[in-house]
């Protein structure tokens, strides 16, 4: 399994200490110092189920200067959300965990249990 930990974020450090409780064995990635490419995030997406604008943290302050309020959540500006969260990781919903063909964001008790 891996983890898209930020260490800042107490969604992201409870999600750590959820595994570590668990005894689940992980590679932690600090999404921040490592982002993840345009290949891995369209993997991801998949694995999760979900479209990129439905990870992304649209009220950091980046967010508001790339206009994403104004960048339409469609199929035709796909390749583009998944881009800007490749140059822009701090965009990306936290944390990340990864098994496998499977992911969820661990932003909740339910969603660490279907990982475990």
């Known amino acids: 399994m891996e983890i898209w930990h930020n260490p800042r974020c107490t969604k992201s450090r409870t ?5 570590d409780e668990a ?5 932690e990635r600090r999404y921040l110092d490592q982002p993840p490419t345009v290949a891995e995030l369209t993997e ?3 694995k999760l189920g979900r479209e990129p604008w439905e990870i992304t943290r649209t009220k950091e302050p980046v967010a508001k200067e790339l206009g994403l ?8 500006n796909r390749d583009r959300w998944i881009q800007l969260l490749a140059e822009h990781p701090v965009l990306i919903e936290r944390p990340i965990l990864i098994d496998g063909t499977t992911a969820v964001v661990g932003r909740d008790e339910e969603s660490l249990r279907r990982i475990r």
């Open 69 to 76: 309020a104004g960048l339409p959540k469609d199929a035709a």
């Open 44 to 46: 991801v997406l998949g």
């Open 15 to 19: 999600a750590k200490k959820a595994l």
């Open 23 to 27: 005894g689940t064995e992980y590679t």
